[in-house]
């Protein structure tokens, strides 16, 4: 990219700026046409982008009315348009007339990397029913937590951490909390216990900028990058200075799974004390974690607290 501009589409920050450079951008066309002894025409420009970042909202801040249809939801715009604009430079000849092409969202139709899907779905770029709202809002947690883990927390998001500290109560970094475990503390803290809701509660403070500002990608600083700095999440993370925490040395990858496992049989039995039926792929399962578990694992499960059932089957997403 070239040539790019900052554009506050809510405030109006930008707009004229924005007006000057799509004629700048354009006068090379009108010109040519001069040469060929035609007519000035308006020009024509593509307004395109990902699914709900407000493509529609800049029209209209650029007509000054409301033209396009706008909500904070993926998927208003449903169909191509063209809006005409007329600007200051408009008013006696065509050269300050352009047409902007009020376009849908757009995504791949392939995401290789299945870090970018769980961003946009925490952007609310993609629609609410095509993602689970806990699983999102974890790894979103658990991915700027790993933006200061790295040490660019304070350029990317620099008020996350106290507004964890304020809000919810904990400190992501010096408590040694994954995006699971903010989860549930939250819930546990604010949403009675319930995960869902603390799942929509983290998901809603990010969108409406109560965690503050924050980039959830950083530019690039080598070539190898291959357009951002790769952010690394799980048990290999260092921590500054380069010391791994004291918690994840001792623990090995086999003993994260096996507690995974413990957890997940503790959900599957809490399940039927409540008289729910499961299928039989399920019994099998639990009998495979029996068979696994030691006398110490089957005393870790009778001393989990019940607001960690079920914890831990969201890592790996």
């Keep these: 990219v070239d040539h790019f501009l900052f ?4 405030m109006g920050q930008g707009i004229h700026a924005l007006n000057r450079a799509i004629l700048k951008a354009g006068a090379h066309i009108q010109e040519r046409r001069g040469r060929r002894g035609l007519k000035d025409r308006a020009l024509r420009v593509g307004v395109i982008g990902y699914p709900n970042v ?14 396009a249809r ?32 009020d376009s849908p969202g757009v995504i791949p139709a392939r995401i290789t990397d299945q870090s970018d899907a769980f961003l946009l779905a925490a952007c609310n ?34 008020d996350f951490i106290k507004q964890c500290e304020e809000r919810y109560d904990f400190h992501p970094i010096n408590d040694n909390l994954t995006g699971e475990s903010m989860l549930y503390k939250i819930s546990e803290a604010s949403c009675r216990g319930s995960i869902e809701d603390a799942s929509r509660k983290m998901l809603q403070d990010f969108r409406t900028g109560r965690l503050g500002p924050i980039c959830l990608q950083l530019a690039p600083l080598t070539e190898d990058d291959d357009g951002q700095q790769k952010v690394t999440l799980g048990l290999e993370r260092q921590y500054p200075g380069g010391v791994t925490s004291k918690k994840d040395k001792k623990m090995t990858r086999e003993d994260y799974e096996q507690e995974r496992l413990i957890r997940a049989a503790n959900a599957i039995k809490s399940a039927q004390e409540r008289g729910l039926e499961l299928p039989p ?8 974690a029996a068979a696994t578990n030691d006398d110490d694992d089957g005393q870790r499960q009778q001393e989990m607290k019940p607001q960690e059932v079920g914890k831990g089957l969201f890592d790996g997403w």
């Design 7 to 10: 554009v506050n589409a809510k």
């Design 54 to 67: 407000g493509k529609s909202a800049l029209i209209n801040r650029i007509l000054n009315r409301r033209r």
């Design 70 to 101: 706008t909500a904070n939801t993926p998927g208003i715009t449903r169909t191509l348009q063209w809006i005409r604009v007329k600007t200051a430079y408009g008013k006696t000849t065509k050269r300050g007339e352009f047409e902007l092409l």
């Design 125 to 158: 770029c993609i629609g609410n029913n095509a993602y689970d709202n806990q699983g999102v809002a974890s790894y979103l947690f658990e991915w700027i937590k790993a933006l200061h883990v790295m040490g660019r927390g304070k350029l990317a998001a620099p």
């Design 281 to 288: 792929i399920i019994h099998a399962a639990v009998s495979a």
